[in-house]
C-alpha cells in the first residue's frame, strides 16, 4: 500500500498548487458573477455549446464538423473580445473599485455622494421630476445599448439638474451612474412586473421598482407631483426620504428599505 501511495505521490497537490488552484476559481467566480443575469451569459451558454459540439465530432469522427470548427475557434479570441467588449470594460471599471482599492478613492466617492444629494435637493425643490440609477454589482450597460444617450461625463450637480431639466430633450428618461460618471441619460427603464399595492405611484417610480428587480442597482426618484425622494433597491422602495436618509443610502451603496406591494 504504501509503495502505491509513493508512486501517484506526484499527483496531490502542494501548497502551491492549492494556492493556483483557489486564484483560478476565486477568477472564475468573479467572472460569472459580472457575467449573470445579463446577455453576456446567454452568449457565453453558446460557447460552452459550440465547445461541446466539436468535442462531440472529434469523438464521432465527424471530420468536416470538426474542422469548421476548428477553423472557427481559431478566431475566437478575437470575436470574443468584440462580442464581449462592454461586460470586459466594465469588469476592469469594476475590478479598480474593489473593496481592496476603494480605500484610495473613499475621499471621491464622498465627493460623488456630495454631488448627487445636491442634485436631488435642488431637482425636489424645483418640482422636476428624476430618475437617477446608480451602478452596483451588475453592469447597467445593456440598458444603455438599447436605447438613451452616452454621456461619459464626471458627476456633477449641475449637469444632473441640467440633463432633468423641463423640455430637454433627455429630461423623460433615466440617468445611470456607474462610480463618478455619468454614464447615459434619457435611458427608457423596464417598468416593474409585479402588482403594486399604492396606485399613486407613477411610471418613474414603477420604472426604478422594474430595474431594481433585474439589477442590485440603487435608484433614485423625484416625484413631479409631490417633490417626494423615494429609493429603490431590490424589488423594494423607501419613500419620503431625506437628504440624510439619502446619504446614508449612497453611501451603504444599499438602501434598507420596506416593500410597498402586497
Do not use: C
Amino acid at each position: 500500500m504504501t509503495s502505491i501511495l509513493d508512486r501517484y505521490q506526484f499527483l496531490l497537490p502542494g501548497l502551491k498548487d492549492l494556492i493556483q488552484i483557489l486564484i483560478v476559481a476565486a477568477a472564475l467566480y468573479y467572472v460569472l458573477r459580472l457575467l449573470a443575469r445579463t446577455r453576456a451569459i446567454q452568449m457565453l451558454l453558446g460557447l460552452v455549446l459550440l465547445v461541446g459540439i466539436y468535442f462531440a465530432a472529434r469523438l464521432l469522427d465527424l471530420d468536416l464538423i470538426s474542422r469548421l470548427m476548428a477553423f472557427l475557434f481559431q478566431y475566437g479570441a478575437i470575436a470574443a473580445l468584440i462580442v464581449f467588449q462592454p461586460e470586459l470594460r466594465s469588469a476592469l471599471a469594476r475590478l479598480g473599485q474593489s473593496r481592496m482599492l476603494r480605500f484610495f478613492s473613499a475621499m471621491e466617492q464622498s465627493e460623488v455622494v456630495e454631488e448627487l444629494v445636491e442634485a436631488v435637493e435642488r431637482l425636489s425643490r424645483a418640482k422636476v421630476g428624476a430618475i437617477i440609477a446608480i451602478e452596483q454589482e451588475i453592469g447597467l450597460e445593456e440598458y444603455i445599448a438599447e436605447q438613451g444617450t452616452r454621456i461619459d461625463a464626471r458627476v456633477s450637480a449641475e449637469l444632473l439638474v441640467t440633463l432633468f431639466s423641463p423640455y430637454g430633450p433627455l429630461h423623460d428618461g433615466a440617468v445611470l451612474i456607474a462610480g463618478d460618471t455619468i454614464l447615459a441619460a434619457g435611458v427608457i427603464l423596464p417598468l416593474t412586473q409585479f402588482p403594486v399595492a399604492d396606485k399613486s405611484l407613477g411610471t418613474r417610480h414603477r420604472a426604478a421598482l422594474g430595474l431594481s428587480e433585474e439589477t442590485d442597482a440603487l435608484v433614485i426618484v423625484v416625484s413631479e407631483e409631490t417633490a417626494q425622494v423615494s429609493i429603490a433597491h431590490r424589488g423594494r422602495l423607501e419613500r419620503n426620504v431625506d437628504p440624510e436618509r439619502l446619504r446614508e443610502a449612497l453611501a451603504r451603496g444599499a438602501a434598507r428599505a420596506p416593500a410597498v406591494r402586497e
